[in-house]
């Protein structure tokens, strides 16, 4: 079993920062692709940001530019560094991460607030 664990979300003002981190933990051999989605308030989940085991990143039109992902595969952690927040950027923020031969794992979310 692989769980993952989100912290860093929370209330800040439009134009701030926040840095999401992700760990996993459990019985695995490796992660391929660790993601981050999101998803707002009466929305659907979105694809924000991923990247690959030898660190090739994506990220969605929206978070160009603002947000960047990051991971440590010693620590099994990914993060997402994320500037000039923006109150669309509200939402629960999930870690996604591919564990080969084993499938895909989301943690539980943590909420991000942008607003004054």
């Known amino acids: 079993q692989v769980q993952l664990v989100e912290s860093g979300g929370g209330l800040v003002q439009p134009g701030g920062s926040l840095r999401l981190s992700c760990g996993a933990s459990?019985?695995?051999?490796?992660?391929?692709?660790m993601s981050w989605y999101r998803q707002p308030p009466g929305k659907e989940r979105e694809l924000v940001a991923s990247i690959s085991r030898r660190a090739w990143t994506t990220y969605a039109d929206s978070v160009k530019g603002r947000f960047t992902i990051s991971r440590d595969n010693a620590k099994n952690m990914v993060y997402l560094q994320m500037n000039s927040l923006k109150p669309e950027d509200t939402a629960v923020y999930y870690c996604?991460?591919?564990?080969?031969?084993?499938?895909?794992?989301w943690g539980a979310g943590t909420l991000v607030t942008v607003s004054s």
């Open positions: 459990g019985s695995y051999s490796s992660i391929d692709v």
């Open positions: 996604m991460m591919e564990v080969l031969a084993r499938g895909i794992y």
